[in-house]
């Protein structure tokens, strides 16, 4: 199946650092989500961006589908930024597959 | 309103008990998934409807039973679960596969 890569596996940051966080992936896909992942577990959708280059406030998102990655950038930081971000991929048959997160931790 | 909920909360069950979760949303949307995830772990796909038809399985033991009732509903049948099962389940609806989902907030599941 395929293969989902997010990096960095943690990042600490002082409130209002910029921050990129990277997904890497195995194949072709028809679906990237970025998500946050609040400390009660819930999934909050961020992005659906399967290519190209989108903006919401402080966060924005780009995915180079021929190159296979995605970037999401986070400026200025806030402490409510913290908890896990997970990028997410889907094939055409609908098979979703997260990647195993990024986990922000933003001091005040 | 792009909500999702999911009944209930918390879930406490023994290992000989028969439960069930809930899932529903009222968005038209004609795609619902469960998924599993373990602590400090990524979420695992489980199940995919599509159009109420179970369009995928991804080799889930048989003790987890997915029911797709109507469009809008989305149940997860739970029978003689072992204490590995313990985890938070969560459902996900799109308007369609491969388009944006939706989580709700999850049924944390506890099997002693």
């Known amino acids: 199946g395929i293969q989902v890569e997010q990096s960095p596996p943690d990042l600490i940051l002082q409130e209002g650092a910029n921050s990129t966080l990277r997904c890497n992936f195995s194949d072709s896909v028809n679906n990237l989500q970025w998500f946050h992942q609040n400390p009660w577990g819930q999934l909050i959708n961020l992005f659906y961006i399967p290519s190209g280059t989108k903006q919401n406030g402080r966060l924005s998102a780009t995915t180079v589908a021929t190159e296979r990655y995605s970037l999401l950038y986070i400026s200025s930081s806030q402490t409510t930024d913290s908890g896990v971000y997970f990028c997410?991929?889907?094939?055409?048959?609908?098979?979703?597959?997260f990647g195993d997160g990024t986990t922000l931790t933003v001091k005040p | 309103d792009t909500e999702v909920t999911q009944t209930p909360k918390h879930l406490v069950m023994g290992m000989t008990n028969k439960k069930s979760l809930k899932c529903e949303q009222h968005m038209g949307h004609r795609a619902m998934y469960w998924y599993k995830q373990k602590a400090k772990k990524p979420p695992e796909l489980m199940f995919v409807?599509?159009?109420?038809?179970?369009?995928i399985n991804e080799s889930v033991p048989s003790r987890f039973s997915p029911e797709c009732p109507n469009s809008s509903l989305l149940n997860l049948h739970l029978h003689a679960l072992q204490p590995e099962d313990s985890a938070l389940y969560l459902c996900?609806?799109?308007?369609?596969?491969?388009?944006?989902?939706?989580f709700g907030p999850g049924t944390r599941l506890l099997v002693l």
């Open positions: 996900a609806s799109a308007a369609l596969l491969q388009e944006t989902q939706y």
């Open positions: 997410a991929v889907a094939t055409n048959a609908g098979k979703s597959t």
């Open positions: 409807y599509s159009y109420e038809k179970l369009s």
